[in-house]
């Protein structure tokens, strides 16, 4: 043990030998700081805009301004969610007549088309397309209560394709294109 102990010592002296640097490493490292491109004056006003956006500044609030900062957060999240369940995916009311919606893509040299959407929740086999007499176009219809559906196919079981007959929907959450059909009146 004490020999493991003096080879650390001896290890430990060396390494507190002060090390020699060269003089003229500051002047080559300041060099090449000074030749290297400068940025541009508009460049410098985005930087200090952004070194001023990023400095911490004490924020106080009263209690009643808390109290309505919440209650305008609550009422935000109330409306949007009000909102998103009245008009996106909204499944059939009962006892309202169901439309009969044809849906229509061209994919040439596919093997299979699905209808993928809001109202078969997104199953890649619950709605198989056909193809209309082998020439790429591919058709199914579906019984769709009043609502906003997003929808769209999928080729081949891997590529994701809007309809572009259709309106775009808002991306999903996985960054694929979708499209959006209304039945009826909202």
């Given at each position: 043990m004490?020999?493991h102990?003096d080879?650390i010592?001896?290890?430990?002296?060396v390494?507190?030998?002060?090390?020699?640097i060269d003089?003229?490493l500051?002047?080559?490292?300041?060099?090449?700081?000074?030749?290297?491109?400068?940025?541009?004056?508009?460049?410098?006003?985005?930087?200090a805009?952004v070194?001023?956006?990023?400095?911490?500044?004490?924020?106080?609030?009263?209690?009643?301004?808390?109290?309505?900062?919440?209650?305008?957060?609550?009422?935000?999240?109330?409306?949007?969610?009000?909102?998103?369940?009245?008009?996106?995916?909204?499944?059939?009311v009962?006892?309202a007549q169901?439309?009969?919606?044809?849906?229509?893509?061209?994919?040439?040299?596919?093997?299979?088309v699905s209808l993928?959407?809001?109202?078969?929740?997104?199953s890649?086999s619950?709605?198989?397309?056909?193809?209309?007499?082998?020439n790429g176009?591919?058709?199914v219809?579906?019984?769709?209560?009043?609502?906003?559906?997003?929808?769209?196919?999928l080729?081949d079981?891997?590529?994701?394709?809007s309809?572009p007959?259709?309106?775009?929907?808002?991306?999903?959450?996985?960054?694929?294109?979708?499209?959006?059909v209304?039945?009826?009146g909202?």
């Amino acid at each position: 043990m004490a020999e493991h102990e003096d080879i650390i010592q001896r290890a430990a002296e060396v390494l507190k030998e002060p090390v020699r640097i060269d003089p003229a490493l500051d002047k080559r490292v300041m060099a090449a700081i000074e030749t290297s491109r400068a940025p541009r004056a508009g460049t410098q006003r985005v930087w200090a805009a952004v070194d001023w956006l990023r400095r911490g500044r004490p924020v106080t609030v009263s209690p009643l301004g808390g109290l309505a900062l919440a209650a305008g957060l609550a009422a935000v999240l109330l409306v949007g969610r009000w909102w998103l369940a009245g008009t996106v995916g909204q499944a059939p009311v009962e006892g309202a007549q169901a439309a009969v919606m044809q849906f229509v893509v061209v994919a040439p040299g596919a093997a299979t088309v699905s209808l993928v959407g809001d109202f078969n929740d997104w199953s890649t086999s619950a709605t198989p397309m056909q193809v209309v007499e082998g020439n790429g176009i591919w058709s199914v219809t579906v019984p769709l209560g009043p609502g906003r559906y997003r929808y769209a196919f999928l080729v081949d079981g891997s590529t994701w394709l809007s309809d572009p007959s259709a309106p775009r929907a808002l991306e999903d959450d996985f960054g694929r294109p979708n499209s959006v059909v209304t039945v009826g009146g909202l």
